[in-house]
Structures are given as C-alpha cells and as structure tokens.
C-alpha cells in the first residue's frame, strides 16, 4: 500500500474536523475525493502534506508502510508527497525559475542525490512547461505573483511534473480553469499516470473525471468517508447530491 | 515660555568638550573655518548628545548609546595604511576608482588618482581646509541644527573633495572607502564633498568599516550637490565591525530635471544611524531614496531621513526595508516635506520590517509635511515575521525551513537592492545578503 490513513482524527484551534478517516490507495490508482463545502477536504490535504497548524488527535498515517506524522513537510515532499493547492500562494521577490529549481535541487539532496545540471534542468523545465502551455515569461516572474486564477493552477501542475511525486494531491484544481484550460491541466495529469505513481483528485465536478478517469472515488463528510465505490458513483452524485449522505454521517 | 533645563554634562559629552580645547590650535585655523567651528561647538554645547526627549532621535537615544567618547584618531601610520589596502574588496566587481581615507584621512597613494575621466577632480578635504578661502556649503535645511552635523563641522579633519564638471559622464563609478584600521579605540569626523555640475552623471559607491573588535566611533558627513540634469546614483554601504558606533549623515540638494538615487545599506556596526536630509530645489527632478538593513545580535540602526520638496513638479519614492533578528532593532523615521508652492509633488514613502525572532524590534515613523493642496503623497509602514502559509508552502515543496525562510529573506531584500542602477553594485550587495544569511545558520 502507497498511502494507508488509519482512524486520522483531526483538529484545528479545538475544533475537530477529521473524525476517524480511513483511506488506502495502491501505487498506480487514483482515488477521488468529492464532499460538501467544508467537510474537510482541504484539511486533509493539508494533514497529509504537513502543515503544522493542524494537530492529529489519533490515527496515522503511514507512507510507503512508514509513518509520516513526525515529519516535516519538506521531509515528505523528498519522499515523494506533493500537494497542489487549492488557493495557491504567491511569493512575491522569488522567480518561478529560481523556486523550481531550488525545489527540486533540495529534495535530491534530501534524496542523496546530486544536483541536476543548469542545462539538465532548464531542458527539463521548457519541456514541463511547454506541454502545460506556460511561457517563459511567467517562469521568469514571481511565483504566483499576478498570476490569473488558472494560471496559478497550471503553475501547480508544472510543479508537480518536475519534481516527480509518487503520491499527487490535487486539492480543486479544476476549480477557476477555462475548457482549454481543463484540458491542459487534465493532459499533464494523465501523463504523469505511471503503476508506481497515485493521485488523490479533490473535486466537486464530475466533469474534471471525464478527463482524469478515477479508480475509485470516495465521499467525504464531516471529517469522514462515508461512501466508496467506482468512477459511476461521481455521476450519481451529480445527480443527487450530497443531501443522504450529510444526515447518513450526521 | 520655553525654559531650557540643561542636565550636568556625561562623560561623554566632558570628553568631547576637552577635545575641542585641547585641539584648539588646529582647530581654529584659518579664522573663517575656526569660526564656523566654534558657532557649531557652541550648538552642540547648547543642547548636549541628543536623546530620546528629542523628536528626530526618539528612538536613538545618543545620549544613553554613546557612553564615552573616544580621542580623536591621529593621523595613520604606515602600518595603519597598509592594513587598509584590501579595504572595501568586497565591492570590487564594480570596478570603481577607489578613494580610500584611512582613519578619515585621505591616503592619495592607496587610491586610484590616475587617468581620471575628464571632467573629474578629486581632491583633499583638509587641503581645502587649510586654505584661507576654503569655504565648506553649510547644511541644508532640515539638519542645520543637528548635533551630529555640528559635532562633524566642529572636528572634521579630511574627506575627499570631488567634483564633476557640467556635462561629463564619469563611466567608471568613484568608491569613497572609509576604513579604520587603528589600534586603540578612536573617534573620526570625515567629511566629503561632491559637486556634480549641469547634465554631468556619475555613480558614487561609499562604503564603511573597521576592525570587529574596536569600540571606534564614526561621524561622517558627505554632501552632495546635484546641478540641473544631473544623474548620480549613490550606495553607501555599512560594514562597520560589531562595537562601532557609526553615525553617517547624507545632504544632498538636486537641480530641476535632475536624477538622484541614494541607497543605504547597513549590515555592520553597533549603534548606526543613517541620517539623510535632501532637497530638491529644481522643478520635475526624481529622487529614489532607499534602504536596506540586515541586524543580529544587539545592532541597532536607524535611518532617519527628511525629504524637502521645495519646487514644484518632483517625485520622491522613499523605501527602506530591514531585517532583524536576535535582540536587535531597527528604526525609520521619515518624513517628505512639500513646501507651499510645491504643487504636483508625487511622493510615496515605506517602511518594512521582517522581525526573525521574538526580541527583534522595528520601529517606523513614516511622516508628511504638506503645505501645497495639489499633491499626491501616501505614507505606509508594516512589520511582521515571516508568513507562515509562505513557508508552508516553500517547505511543502521540499524546501527545508532555514532554506525557505532565506529564500523570503533574500526576496524581502532583493526588491529594495532592485532598485540600485549599478548590476555590479546590486550583485556585491546581494553576496553580503547570502553571507549574512549563511551566518545564521
Ligand atoms: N484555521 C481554522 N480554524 C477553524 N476552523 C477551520 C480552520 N481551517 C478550516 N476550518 C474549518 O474546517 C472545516 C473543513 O474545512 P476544509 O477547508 O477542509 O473544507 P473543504 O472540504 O476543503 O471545503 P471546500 O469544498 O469549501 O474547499 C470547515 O468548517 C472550516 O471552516
Ligand atoms: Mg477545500
């Protein structure tokens, strides 16, 4: 098993927000997660990648058969997590170049892997970027900064393409995309598919797993998955929304 | 009614007094310089080290930071001018024409006089003291009254007399290098001029140091006169060592379709306050007045600076950012001035602070003084500590947290050293910011 969560229970400033989680994904699947505004998607994403703010009140989870949870989040990140955020962060003074770069060069390290190349990488990086239609104009600017909304996205994407994850998080990427825009995101996804590398898509549109055809998908609310079954439970959902299965886990 | 209490003199202030007697002969020739020596003695007497119940110096109370005062430097020796050679190195890059002045004196053989750029003159400041007509231009408005100011006009000793001829373009920058290299705790008042004619250009590199162990004590002038359509770019850059009291005043006064950057970087000493007072008294001139100051430790700097819009027509953009970590802290006081007839004046004035630790502290008095109705001014100060939803996300991506947080660092600073013309300059500068980093650990 790539990714195992066992009974996570999480809060946040006292307030509990994962109740008794449990999800298992194989390397080479993708799992989709669908769920109600604040059932606590978000928070998942965020626990799964680290970010301290959050603390495990119970359970585990375990990466690769290990343990992640006394890991910092560059730690997981060298281990192959990565998260592509809902609401991407700007950083204002760092070129996107720069950022990738040294991104990349810190998880090799971690790694003990040497550090790749000024030519290695930027062949690596205008391939990446090509294919996700991003200019080298916008590898050149701020990471983030002025980006529009699908932009952001795509720079996910792009980030996730180089730096080679075995376990993708892709919190609402589809949200703010154009068509096209979809499309791109979808192709750059299902490139990377690979039997050693899993996804977990977050989503609240069916229409996003036309493209990213998902294993398995699952229903999250109130900090739990109450449902799971295959990619036609997304069309259902579609259809009849989330309404059972609030007052199921209520 | 007004009563002026004065408190019994420091130490300090005792020992600053007995220099000035005891240096009297020197001091006091020729007449026209011994006079304006005295009038500013007798200002400094009048108010004493300024302290906190002083506006312009809130927040450096010299009084409290300056204990003692240290004797005059004597004139350096050989070995104190030998030790200044690889002064000022770190900027190399640039390939300025070095001026060196070795415990405030100008030393002609270290620096680089040969082949000047037509159109430029580079001379001593004590020679021009010693002639009987060596006039030195009095102090601009805001800091005519200083104590600093008085203190330097009192005891300056030598400096570098530079002047540019109207339309020249000086392609080569000037490197002013300050340096102490003396063995035993001492005081320096150093005084340069530059005069920069009508339509003549040139980049100015000015830069501090000493020994990290010393407890030496600088007061520095430099004033500056930029003609109609001048350009000049300006960097002075602090790297006093770690016990050294620095106290650097900038007067500049620019033309009309004049440019005028100044930046100020501070990354050594003890007590540094950075004290800049420019006017501009020509129509449509620019001036960029920056800052940027890397504190640890028990450092304390300050840049306090008044910008006088006098005419109408000009632009001022005043920003100035500082980091401090450990128990250090960090001051801005600026204000922009626009005077009644300065109508259309643009100027817009920040300070940022980054506070890395618990104990580090920012203080900001950004301030505007308008006189004209028809202007566009704003003013904006913050102070804060690292993001945390940045650093998440730097970390989230592999980066580990003393890497990511130099990462904002160096962005943080990067887009104030952005502004510096010089690439050279800007590099150098961005190695010092790498190096401070690297220290942190
Ligand atoms: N810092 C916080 N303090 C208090 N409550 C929080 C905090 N962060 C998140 N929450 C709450 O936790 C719950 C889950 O939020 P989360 O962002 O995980 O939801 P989500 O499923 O991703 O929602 P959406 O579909 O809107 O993105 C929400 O009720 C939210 O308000
Ligand atoms: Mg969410």
Redesign the pocket.
Known sequence: MLLEIKNLHVE??G?K?LNGLDLAIEQGKVHAIM????????????VLAGKE?YAVTEGDILFNGESVLDLDPDERAARGLFLAF?YPIEIPGVATMTFLRTALNAQRKARGEGELSTPDFLKRVREAAGKLEINQDMLRRAVNVGFSGGEKKRNEILQMAMLEPRLAVL??TDSGLDIDALKIVSEGVNRLRSPERAFIV?T?YQRLLDYIVPDVVHV?SR?RIVKTGGKELALELEASGYAQYQSEAA | MNVEIRQMRTAAEQALADAFARHKDRLAKPAAIGALREAAFARFEASGLPHRRVEEWKYTDLRALMREAVPLAAPPDTNERARAREAGRFIDEAGARRIVLVNGVFAPELSDLSDLDPGLTIGALADRLSRADGAVPGAPGALDEDTAVSLNTAFMGDGAVIAVAPGATIGRPLHIVSVVTAASPCAVFARSLVDIGNDAQMTLIESHEGPADLAYQVNSVLQLAAGDKARLDHVKVVREGGRALHIGTLMATAGADAALNTFVFTVGGAVVRNQLAIVLNGERTEAHVGGASLLRGSQHADNTLVVDHAVPHCTSREVFKSVVDGDARSVFQGKIVVRPNAQKTDGKMAAHALLLSESAEADAKPELEIFADDVVCGHGATAGALDGELLFYLKARGIPQKQAEALMIEAFVGEAVEGIANGAVREALMQTVSGWLAARG
Do not use: R, V
Request: hydrophobic share 25%; net charge negative.
């Open positions: 946040i400033d307030k927000i769920g109600p505004n604040g059932s606590g998607k978000s928070t998942l994403a965020y703010d809902q919190d609402e977050i609240h999250l900090g």
